[in-house]
């Protein structure tokens, strides 16, 4: 996995960012091209990089802490409002719209991992200097950064909320669910929270308002972490059942057969759904035991 750490220094510029990305793939005339393309949106600076730095490789950039003064524009200091900051003193910082939603979108842990630095990247435009280190990575998990709206709600017939997840899984909810919790003056209530992709954010929001009695939602950033995966098969009462599995260090440590295709198996066959799922548990655990004795008699030789 490859991370782009970058380092603001005296605000935020698109022109100084875009310098020091080109310093830093300076060598290589294709990938410069592509730079080149790119539209040169004042909206859309994070938008139009981010799919071509993950096409590079790229899985994180990842922001450091700002400079601020007391000169700033008040949007630019209310969109940074979540933002690590660090005060200028005596000294007049440069502030470009499209940089600021670049860096409150890649705000994250600078602490530095351990990893093979390959290529640094400089560039300055009006007083501001951005300096980038693309590291390489080793990691376990795939990652990605997803989003979290929630609200709470004391006002509702709950018939309506089986609805409501199934219009917000069909237009791109990761996850929904409800918790218990107590509000103000003792009113039991539920919190609705939804896991989303930032593509689908705004949708998800215009659903939760227009399907639920809410007058405001929450949402924020999370770093989700997944162990690697692959899939495979195993044969269930001569069906085919797919079976997920979870890598960790190389190793398989999870194997879970498919829920869905133990319905489909349970229902053709007319067996109950827990004698079909525990089957396929059978199954994977031989073949895993199986994959494990060859691995051990390979080592041995």
Known sequence: MKIIYVNWNGGVSTTAFMAALKDLWKDNEEILNKFKKLNDSNNSLYDTITPLLRDLG???VISSAIEIDSDMDMEIMRLLKSC????????????????AV?????????????GKLLSVGEGRAEGVQVKLMLVEVESNFEEDRQYI?????????????????NKLLDNGALDVYLTPIIMKKGRPAVKLSVLCTEKNKEGIEHIIFNETSTFGVRSFAVEKKMLKRSFGKVMVYNEEVRVKYGYLDGKVVKAKPEYEDCKAVASKLGMGINRVYMEAVRKIEIENFKETEIMENTEDT
Not at 102 to 114: H, L, P, R, S
Not at 149 to 165: A, K, L, Q, R, V
Request: a negative charge.
């Open 84 to 99: 690590r900051i660090k005060l200028a003193q005596n000294r007049r910082c440069k502030y470009d719209y499209t940089a």
């Open 58 to 60: 790229c899985e994180k």
């Open 102 to 114: 670049f860096v409150y979108k890649t705000q994250g842990d600078f602490n530095m991992e351990e």
């Open 149 to 165: 709206i929630e609200c709470n709600i004391d006002d509702m017939n709950s018939e309506g909320y089986d609805y409501i997840f």
